[in-house]
């Protein structure tokens, strides 16, 4: 599935239920916010959700990886990690990690500054 059709799929049926999200193309993939939080990115082919020392265990814990990807002949890793599939598949835990991703993004942007 190219990431236009998963993104359609990933926004409209994945996401859809859940207020405040939009989503922008950006580098090849997409951006996903959530009041205006980017916490998630859609690239090749995966979902991919912001993590924080707090969550990465429950991503580890499900067999998940980062994003990883190539700049200029280096391995660069993000701190987006694959959403597991059984986690996509139930929406009352999915509306618990969309929500533990825009925090992260939230502490991501407030370090930052």
Known sequence: MKNDEFAEYVLG???GDIPGVTSRKMFGGWGIYKDGTFFALIADGGLYFKVDDSTRKNYEALGSKPFVYDSRGKKVTMSYWLLPEEI????????????KSVAAGRNNKKTKK
Do not use: A, P, R, T
């Open 88 to 99: 996509i598949e139930d929406k009352d835990v999915l509306f618990e990690w969309v929500e």
């Open 13 to 15: 049926d994945v996401l």
